[in-house]
């Protein structure tokens, strides 16, 4: 079973970038479709962003679009998501996730803080 840790989240202003990484150990993640998804205080989980494991085709929520860009490097079996423009809605924990061809994100990891101050 793949296991996934998250890192890069902190205290950002608004207009800011930050870096989030997420490292898998157990199996490789080239293999996975991979995403990232966020949930704010209050609110349900959303889908951020998704790179495919077959060409490595991306796709954004639209809330993010422009201003995020999801990437791999294999070499590191690390998926990064890299936020620029930040804004404070955007405020939330952060999560990757695997889906290992079943169609559902069966593996996630715990999560990284993103708070985005005004």
């Known amino acids: 079973q793949v296991q996934l840790v998250e890192s890069g989240g902190g205290l950002v202003q608004a207009g800011g970038s930050l870096r989030l990484s997420c490292a898998g150990s157990?199996?490789?993640?080239?293999?996975?479709?991979m995403a990232w998804f966020r949930r704010a205080p209050g609110k349900e989980r959303e889908f951020v962003a998704t790179?495919?494991?077959?060409?490595?085709?991306?796709y954004y929520a639209d809330s993010v679009k422009g201003r995020f860009t999801i990437s791999r490097d294999n070499a590191k079996n690390t998926v990064y998501l890299q936020m620029n423009s930040l804004k404070p809605e955007d405020t939330a924990l952060y999560a990757c996730?695997?889906?290992?061809?079943?169609?559902?994100?069966?593996?996630w990891g715990q999560g990284t803080q993103v708070t985005v101050s005004s």
């Open positions: 157990g199996a490789t993640l080239s293999r996975f479709t």
């Open positions: 996730a695997a889906d290992q061809g079943t169609g559902q994100y069966g593996d």
């Open positions: 790179i495919r494991r077959s060409g490595g085709g991306t």
